[in-house]
């Protein structure tokens, strides 16, 4: 094959590789943008009974940060030991990106994992063991209009297996403490390097 006709045969794959893009997304059925949209509105369900359901698929939400509250160094029981991993809904992140605010909706998921081992061939410290539990906050300002700052919080336990739902706890046991030291808005913020980092610089 002389080179010209190389050239020819390549930008003729290209072509129609383009319209059976083209015709892939005109052929998308209009239920499928409106099923995107679903997906958007329920980072989370709750039941009937306004529990929260166990969130799923969290773990593929944007990482915003890991402290840690090792029980070694908590008179052998943290308050919630040990990692706490925590992610933020994708929607209510790109907000953050755009705002530095936490959106009406926002969803903040802590995942609890045990500290597995204290040492590795990279040194002493701190390493992941096992999943031990799961707490979520989050903001809504008609489910929960008598919150301070609208921010609700859920445990789904310390211990495996986890609650299939959980109810709101009593704003005394969550929400104070979050109300009188958290940097931002009820959220830890001054925490998350990735939120600082991702925030529109003033
Ligand atoms: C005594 C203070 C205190 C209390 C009470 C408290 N928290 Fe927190 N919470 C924190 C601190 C500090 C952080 C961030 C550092 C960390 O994870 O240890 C945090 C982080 C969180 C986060 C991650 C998002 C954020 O706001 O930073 C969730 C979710 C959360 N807590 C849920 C709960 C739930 C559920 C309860 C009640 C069962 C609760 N918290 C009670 C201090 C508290």
Redo the contacts with the bound molecule.
């Keep these: 094959m002389s080179g010209l006709n190389r050239v020819w045969v390549v930008s003729g794959a290209t072509a129609a590789g383009v319209l059976a893009f083209f015709l892939w997304s005109a052929a998308r059925p209009a239920s499928a943008h409106a099923a995107d949209k679903m997906i958007d509105k329920a980072a989370v369900k709750f039941t009937e009974d306004g529990k929260l359901k166990k969130p799923t698929g969290y773990r593929m939400w944007p990482f915003i940060g890991t402290?840690i509250?090792p029980n070694d160094m908590n008179d052998g029981e943290a308050?919630?030991p040990e990692f706490?991993i925590?992610y933020m809904d994708p929607d209510s992140f790109a907000h953050y990106e755009k705002t530095g605010e936490y959106r009406d909706g926002t969803v903040?998921?802590?995942e609890l994992t045990s500290v597995g081992s204290k040492e590795a061939t990279s040194g002493k410290g701190y390493f992941m063991g096992e999943y031990i539990g799961l707490?979520?906050?989050m903001k809504d300002s008609k489910r929960f209009k008598d919150e301070p700052g609208n921010w609700a919080?859920?445990?789904f336990g310390h211990k495996y297996p986890l609650k299939e739902s959980a109810p709101k706890?009593a704003t005394a046991?969550?929400n104070e403490?979050?109300q009188q030291?958290?940097k931002k808005d009820?959220?830890?913020t001054q925490?998350y390097p990735v939120l600082r980092d991702a925030a529109p610089k003033k």
Excluded: I, R
């Design positions: 402290p509250t308050a919630f706490h925590v903040l998921v802590k707490e979520v906050s919080y859920f445990s706890a046991s969550c403490c979050h030291n958290a009820y959220v830890f925490y």
